[in-house]
């Protein structure tokens, strides 16, 4: 008797383990370090960017809605992962988002928070570099994406939406917003500054002991401030110096 009950307090111990809501085990080293690197693959988002968006369609009319937004990208490495984070000035549709890569997943998450102030959750991937996230709207089933994608060497930033009914295979077309980095100028042969956390464009800088780095974002600026060692011995043998 003592045996059955034993093995059915052991069972419903694993099964406590395993129930919904019980919080995950935080990632791990490894796993950070791989979530940094998969959104370094999109690092030309990094900055600010002066957009106006309009209507996605190869002929404009004088009557289509038009506006100005401005776009920022940065870094955060607060909590428990590195992430980029998205604020939207202005924007029609967009007002902020957290960017984050699922490492068990091998995917990207968006939580954005639209410009009606409704949270929404889009998951994808890169490929050619450009960014596909995707979600389906619980209630109309409708499937919705962002495209993202960088151009002109890190000059332009471009996303768009599109959207598809649950009983259509084609995408309709709906807003797209071209944009044009901020404060970044550069001379004909002039080398590009690198960022001393996340390898991306350097646009400020930040010193230490008598030495002088460049950072892309507020972001990325304090964590330098927080490690500044660690991130200058990252950087430095990236760099191949000692």
């Known amino acids: 008797m003592k045996r059955v009950l034993a093995l ?38 990094v900055g600010e960017w002066k957009g106006t968006g309009g209507p996605d369609k190869a002929v404009k009319s004088p009557r289509d809605p038009i506006w ?7 870094w955060s490495f607060k909590g ?8 939207v000035k202005d924007g029609k549709f967009l007002k902020s988002g957290e960017l984050r890569y699922l490492t068990d997943q091998k995917k990207y998450e968006l939580t954005a928070v639209r410009a009606d102030g409704k949270t929404v959750v889009f998951v994808g991937g890169v490929k050619n570099e450009v960014l596909t996230l995707e979600r389906v709207d619980p209630d109309t089933k409708e499937t919705q994406q962002l495209i993202m994608n960088s151009a002109a060497e890190g000059v332009r930033f471009i996303y ?13 077309k709906e807003y797209l917003v071209a944009a ?55 950087f430095k043998a990236k760099q191949g110096k000692k």
């Open 80 to 87: 428990d992962e590195p992430k980029l984070v998205l604020q």
């Open 160 to 172: 768009r939406y599109q959207t598809k009914a649950a009983d259509s295979t084609i995408y309709k």
């Open 68 to 74: 100005s937004e401005k776009v920022s990208w940065g």
């Open 180 to 234: 044009t980095r901020e404060g970044v100028t550069l001379g004909p042969g002039e080398k590009k500054k690198v960022c001393v956390v996340s390898g991306g464009l350097g646009t400020s800088q930040v010193s230490f002991k008598g030495e002088t780095f460049y950072v892309c974002c507020s972001g990325c600026a304090e964590a330098f401030r927080e490690e500044p060692e660690k991130y200058i011995a990252e």
């Open 8 to 45: 059915g307090l052991l069972m419903l111990g694993g099964a406590a383990a395993v129930l919904p809501g019980a919080k995950a085990a935080p990632p791990t080293e490894k796993d950070k370090a791989t979530a940094k690197e998969a959104l370094q693959n999109i690092q030309d988002f």
